[in-house]
């Protein structure tokens, strides 16, 4: 079997928590566990029905978080013989999940997966990381773990300073990154509707915390830098710190069709410098362009991660993607990156624009922290 022969849909996920809000209590295989369910509901199919779990996540968060996958699926209700992979690769790895588990079909070791990813951070822990051979005298300092999951690994900076780093390479301004964190709240909330569709509503969380009606482009052009002195970076241009879960089907040609499905038709991942990590979407879809013989005009639809408006806007200009066609509902920004969740939730919103607008091909890329750039080349079923 081909990897282009699996059918991939019924996404469904939780409602994205702002960071400390209203999921800040529930543990993150419980989050994932009801994303599953969902999605595994809006498959019609029952849990007895997977036979494999595929999950990403990138921070431990809760005791059981080693041994995530396996405890997610467990948790979720899957049968005991289903085995469970956990896979990471930055904020692409719900990207990488939806891939694992279609190569895993592919290769006959499942017939119909479970693929899901879910980030916890406002539980990600302190941690004290000299104690234990060191605890003889003294006191010891705390460190945040979300910290080290904020930081590039090889220049300790920021990620929001990569993106500095981007702005000042290529000129991108503090009015064009607010101008398109300004429309990324006015679509999201415009699309309420549409993603509501997608979402698994949990008792204390309706709809997602994070996009803000109050977000106007004048309240935006008041926000303080937040890397550095006379930066261009703010909390309101860069992607927001959020909570959740989400869950798609993958299966082998012959078992029910889920709804919005479609089927991988190329992917790529690429290195950059990790100093301007945010350049990643452009070689990712040049490689995935070039794999598939298809140009730009063949693209009807476009999911960038939005993890800083310098990302979009670098993309849409190096690669002349049209703003009438490119995260039309949304993205990092308005709805938060939660990094496990991103790559699903934008491949279940990419699945949903094709099969609601009757058009057949969607991009899905991404930046990664520590310098890689991701895209998916998805088409409708």
């Known amino acids: ?26 543990p993150l295989a419980d989050q994932a566990a009801h994303a599953i369910r969902d999605s595994v509901r809006a498959a019609g199919l029952n849990l007895q029905d997977i036979d494999h779990c595929v999950f990403s996540t990138t921070v431990p968060t809760d005791r059981d978080s080693l041994f995530s996958a396996r405890v997610v699926g467990v ?9 469970a992979l956990c896979v990471s690769r930055a904020c692409a790895s719900g990207l990488q999940a939806i891939i694992s588990a279609v190569q895993q079909i592919a290769d006959g070791q499942s017939r119909v997966s479970v693929v899901a990813g879910a980030e916890a951070f406002s539980r990600v822990p302190h941690v004290v990381s000299d104690l234990r051979w060191n605890a003889a005298r003294g006191g010891r300092a705390f460190e945040d773990m979300l910290d080290w999951a904020y930081r590039c690994p090889f220049s300790l ?49 309706t709809e997602d915390e994070s996009p803000r009606p109050d977000a106007t482009r004048e309240k935006l052009a008041g926000l303080r830098p937040a890397f550095r002195d006379g930066g261009r970076v703010t909390a309101g241009n860069a992607s927001g710190v959020t909570d959740g879960a989400a869950a798609m089907i993958a299966c082998a040609p012959g078992e029910p069709t889920p709804e919005n499905a479609f089927r991988i038709r190329a992917w790529r991942a690429v290195g950059v410098p990790p100093e301007i990590m945010g350049i990643g979407p452009v070689p990712a879809v040049q490689a995935v362009l070039k794999d598939t013989g298809l140009t730009l005009a063949d693209i009807d639809y476009f999911e960038v991660n939005e993890a800083f408006a310098a990302v979009n806007l670098h993309a849409e200009a190096e690669l002349g993607i049209p703003r009438d066609r490119h995260n039309l509902y949304g993205g990092g920004i308005s709805l938060g990156h939660p990094p496990a969740v991103t790559g699903l939730r934008m491949a279940m919103t990419a699945a949903q624009h094709l099969h609601e607008a009757d058009q057949t091909l969607a991009m899905l890329t991404m930046c990664l922290g520590g310098g890689q750039g991701m895209a998916m080349l998805i088409e409708r079923v």
């Open 1 to 26: 079997m081909r990897s282009g022969d699996v059918i991939v849909g019924a996404g469904r996920r939780t409602p994205l928590g702002n960071f400390g809000g209203a999921l800040r209590d529930v």
């Open 75 to 83: 948790r979720a209700g899957l049968p005991e013989e289903a085995p």
């Open 157 to 205: 900076e920021y990620m929001g300073e990569t993106a500095e780093a981007l702005a000042d390479r290529f000129g991108y301004t503090r009015e064009a990154m607010d101008d398109w964190a300004a429309m990324s709240q006015s679509r999201a909330l415009a699309a309420r509707d549409f993603l509501g569709r997608q979402i698994a509503p949990m008792t204390m969380l």
